[in-house]
């Protein structure tokens, strides 16, 4: 009797559809949904937070939430699991990602020896790299593993590698090491660069932040095949993680073309918030950048933010600080842009319309970028209050890691928005002490708990660290490392807890939170009707977890506009 039930069901429904047709009423077609009931799903909705099923439309959004499985049509989808709002990365890389999953993985090297024997491996398998043509690239040293900074000498250890062009970037990118051939492009190296470091002690190789502007000009760039491998490898994996959504925080204008032509296809499986990104850093192209600027109507790609950068990183004593680094006194890190300039980029951007999100990692930065926003609001909101102005642009500072009191109370004041990735702190945390001293630390780095009235956009800063919302969960829950389970030195507890967040908190970073620094407030890190039919399928709910089981949990199910693009193989 069950099937022709359901056959009479769908019958009445397309009556009713051309009923309300000829009378020109406004109703969803019912035969067009599908409906999914599962055994709890966490919508993060307030008006209903908890339940059962849900339908969607054939524009891929959600049309209707049901709170028991008997309110919902019989003909629906019965899915063992328990689901959450679809996860989005605040703050990553997407080509940065797939360049890495094809090329040499670094991270966690523990040696000079066990990072050249990486290479090695790679370059067995694809002999034809390292060409003029084709350099061997990868991603993922440190020399804290090493003793020592690495030297383009230190290539011609490895049989076959002394005479290819090698570029391998840092863990942080903010650094590249390269081979002699490469140095050899670069007859006329300059002694400084400004904002950038050339590094000679033991020898040359190392080129940070402006400085390796000097390599990459010379740098063969991808084909737009090989970027768009790239592209659909990476959202590939993002998927994996429950990744529905992505903050890509720099996106220079070539590959923005290629994104536009992607998002047409089936293989584009995560929503982009791209920031535009000038091919030469902190300038402005508002005649390149205005070919983009928007949302596409189905909330693929949205191109309406601009990523300016102010310092570098911490681990390679790039980050621009107020007072010297405890490890190196004779340094206060390297300004990208001077205070006055990122004033005057912040506010042509601004006034042009985009939203300005700010690279910012030591506490000079950070100042500096606060001061670009307020010099910003008068311009674009005459009339209005800097709190105000800033509510309607959401102006943000993306790293947001190591900021004076002062400024943070300047922060909480105008509530501008601090985009944060937790496993920073807890990759950091083995040196950011020895580079700040105690009481900078204790009192400046790596806020969480401290900005949590600001709703603070979660991230990961991906391929720096591992994509996996989860372990960015995990890592601001107990601010210890995801890879270890431990804090600092090898702890059981927590480094610096005081700044922990609670799970709800840690959720809604990287759902409603992301959401809203998008511009996608009830569209997207939600479930209910209007917003986009984005979920994730985990095998039980997560507030019955412990918090060392999101370092093991595994996505069953990733839906993205009504579509499953992944689904956990019985291997896995």
């Known amino acids: ?250 996106v220079i204008p070539p590959v923005l073309q290629l994104y536009n032509r992607l998002a047409d296809t089936e293989d584009w499986t995560v929503r982009v918030y791209a920031m535009l990104e000038c091919e030469k850093r902190n300038t402005f192209c508002p005649e390149i950048g205005g070919k983009f600027t928007g949302a596409r109507q189905d909330g693929k790609l949205a191109v309406q933010s601009v990523k300016l950068f102010a310092d570098g990183a911490l681990g390679s004593w790039g980050s621009a600080m107020i007072e010297p680094y405890s490890d190196r006194p004779s340094s206060s890190g390297s300004l990208l842009i001077n205070g006055t300039d990122l004033k005057l980029i912040t506010q042509r951007w601004a006034q042009e319309g985009y939203q300005v999100n700010i690279h910012a990692i030591g506490d000079l930065a950070n100042r500096y970028a606060v001061d670009a926003f307020l010099a910003s609001y008068p311009l674009i909101c005459p009339g209005m209050s800097a709190k105000e102005c800033q509510a309607t642009r959401r102006f943000r500072i993306e790293h947001s890691q190591i900021i004076h009191p002062d400024d943070q109370a300047r922060i909480h004041k105008f509530g501008i928005i601090p985009s944060i990735q937790p496993t920073h702190a807890t990759s950091d945390m083995a040196y950011a002490e020895a580079r700040l001293g105690p009481e900078r630390t204790s009192k400046e780095a790596y806020r969480m708990k401290s900005f949590i009235a600001l709703n603070p956009i979660l991230g990961s800063d991906f391929p720096v660290e591992p994509a996996n919302p989860f372990h960015g969960m995990y890592a601001a829950i107990t601010r210890r490392n995801p890879k270890t389970g431990k804090g600092k030195d090898g702890s059981t507890d927590g480094w610096h807890s005081e700044e922990a967040l609670n799970l709800t908190e840690a959720v809604l970073g990287f759902t409603k939170n992301p959401a809203y620094g998008a511009f996608l407030e009830e569209k997207a890190g939600v479930i209910q009707p209007g917003a986009f039919a984005d979920w994730v399928v985990l095998e039980s709910p997560l507030e019955k977890l412990a918090a060392d089981d999101l370092l093991t949990l595994k996505v069953q199910q990733t839906w993205m506009a009504g579509k499953l693009v992944y689904a956990k193989s019985n291997k896995q």
């Open 1 to 250: 009797m069950a099937p022709l039930r359901n056959t009479l069901l769908v019958g009445f429904s397309l009556i009713a559809v051309v009923i309300a047709a000829l009378l020109g009423l406004q109703q969803t077609p019912l035969i067009d949904d599908t409906t999914y009931c599962y055994d709890h799903v966490s919508t993060l909705a307030e008006s209903k937070p908890v339940a059962k099923c849900f339908s969607v439309g054939s524009d891929g959004t959600f049309t209707r939430i049901y709170a028991s499985q008997d309110d919902a049509p019989d003909a629906h989808v019965k899915i063992s699991g328990s689901v959450i709002p679809g996860l989005w990365d605040g703050h990553g890389h997407i080509q940065g990602l797939g360049e890495l999953i094809s090329t040499v993985d670094l991270f966690g090297s523990t040696s000079m020896e066990d990072a050249l024997q990486r290479v090695s491996s790679y370059f067995e398998k694809h002999a034809t790299s390292g060409t003029r043509e084709d350099w061997l690239r990868g991603t993922g040293w440190d020399q804290a593993a090493f003793g020592r900074m690495p030297t383009a000498n230190d290539f011609d250890k490895i049989p076959g590698l002394k005479d290819k062009y090698i570029m391998l970037s840092r863990v942080d990118v903010h650094c590249v090491w390269v081979s002699h051939a490469v140095l050899k492009l670069l007859p006329d190296i300059p002694e400084k660069v400004p904002g950038g470091e050339i590094i000679t002690d033991p020898g040359r190789g190392v080129f940070c932040d402006n400085a390796i502007d000097l390599v990459s000009k010379h740098w063969p760039k991808p084909s737009e095949e090989k970027l768009a491998s790239w592209i659909k490898s990476a959202m590939k994996e993002m998927n994996k993680v429950g990744l529905v959504g992505a903050h890509e925080a720099g």
